[in-house]
């Protein structure tokens, strides 16, 4: 067990600690796992106090968390998650922020920010997450860190807590790529084989910014894609802008979210803290016939996203539009923010397609994420790549 918490990481007044069921391929190592996933014998939190006080304790384990313990690792504690998973910010209002160790006075981002903060401070060795519009990716990214969100439905989210199914995601997050790829072969079931790419696809408009020493970086960046063996084509993924994107992506996020636990979270909308309460009362604005409108969008998101990428073909973008915010933003300002990194997240989240993070550059001492997406399926050709760029 850990003696104490420096990361502010795990949840406060128990450390759901588990053994090993049997040697294997993760034997001596050890993760934490986000307090969406069911661990036998304690209350999943879903990071608030007061569903955790309102639920019973599960019954079963997770099949994620099981793999796992299957083969060999060991389970060292829940981490904190941003309250109903509902945020991209990673700052809990009952429990702190978690530390981003690389950047103290920066957030970590959400909603997986516990278990990005284990990793990224040497608490654990791996940790599993969930990411439903970025939250694998963005905390990857301003922690520093290499994360994963795989191929819709490629790992079991049964006994994990929903937010949006449609949309929601098993992942996990790692120091290394290679340590990255040693826990996906476990959890996808399938070996990690050797990186084979044909084209890069660079999406130009997520590499445009403002700030000219980022844009330096970026431009020295793809200058290095470019001295591969490979094809190397820009194009505007989000023409004219991903306001479409992300408005089907909100849509259906928030109906799948008010269906799940709407009628809780409305007799408990006091117990929120007041960036997600404020959001939270929203979610049951959304018809039916709103979301059935959007699902055709994503539909047709969906089919222009995949007539780009195919396998051997891989998108290149920043996960996020920059370093990670420093803490102390207005809500005004968090939320503006939040709409500006959706750009980043909402490729992979409304088509369903796997996105590696890679902390590949830095500016000012703080980490950016390189991202990779892939067609579906390439999950693992993802964790094959990051081996490659992680190494070079």
């Not at 439905?153 to 006994?159: F, R, V």
């Not at 970086?217 to 023409?239: D, H, M, N």
């Not at 920043?318 to 909402?346: Q, V, W, Y």
Request: charged content about 20%; aromatic content about 8%.
């Amino acid at each position: 067990m850990i003696p104490t918490d420096p990361c502010n990481a795990f949840v406060p007044g128990e450390m759901a600690t588990v053994e090993p069921n049997k040697n294997g391929k993760l034997s001596s190592l050890t993760f934490a796992v986000k307090e969406l996933y069911d661990v036998k014998g304690f209350v999943t939190g879903a990071g608030n106090p007061r569903w955790k006080n309102t639920h019973p304790a599960a019954q079963t384990t997770a099949p994620a968390v099981e793999i796992l313990l299957n083969e060999g690792a060991t389970l060292l504690g829940k981490t904190i998650s941003d309250e109903m998973a509902f945020s991209l910010d990673g700052e809990n209002f009952h429990y702190g922020t978690p530390l981003n160790s690389k950047c103290p006075d920066r957030i970590p981002g959400g909603s997986s920010s516990g278990s990005a903060a284990a990793v990224a401070g040497g608490l654990v060795d791996f940790a599993l997450g969930t990411d439903t519009a970025g939250s694998m990716r963005i905390p990857a990214s301003y922690c520093g860190i290499y994360g994963i969100r795989p191929s819709h439905g490629a790992i079991s989210l049964k006994n994990v807590h929903p937010m949006a199914p449609s949309f929601d995601v098993a992942g996990w997050f790692a120091r290394t790529p290679d340590m990255l790829a040693r826990v996906g072969s476990v959890l996808l079931g399938a070996g990690i084989p050797e990186f084979k790419v044909n084209k890069f696809v660079i999406a130009r408009d997520l590499f445009d910014t403002k700030d000219q020493g980022l844009a330096s970086k970026y431009g020295a960046f793809i200058q290095r894609l470019s001295r591969l063996p490979v094809e190397i084509v820009e194009t505007e993924i989000g023409k004219p802008d991903f306001s479409a994107w992300i408005e089907a992506l909100r849509n259906i996020q928030w109906w799948e979210l008010n269906q799940a636990h709407g009628e809780w979270i409305s007799r408990n909308l006091d117990t929120f803290g007041e960036e997600i309460r404020g959001r939270l009362e929203k979610i049951s604005s959304v018809s039916r016939q709103d979301m059935e409108q959007k699902k055709l969008v994503r539909e047709q998101l969906t089919r222009q996203i995949e007539n780009i990428v195919a396998p051997g073909t891989l998108i290149v973008f920043p996960t996020a539009p920059g370093i990670a915010p420093l803490k102390g933003r207005s809500i005004d300002e968090a939320r503006a923010s939040r709409l500006n990194t959706m750009r980043h997240t909402c490729i992979a989240t409304i088509a369903g397609l796997p996105q590696v993070s890679m902390p590949l550059l830095e500016k000012d001492g703080c980490p950016i994420g390189i991202s990779f997406l892939g067609a579906r399926g390439q999950d693992a050709q993802l964790l094959a790549a990051a081996k490659v760029f992680g190494k070079s």
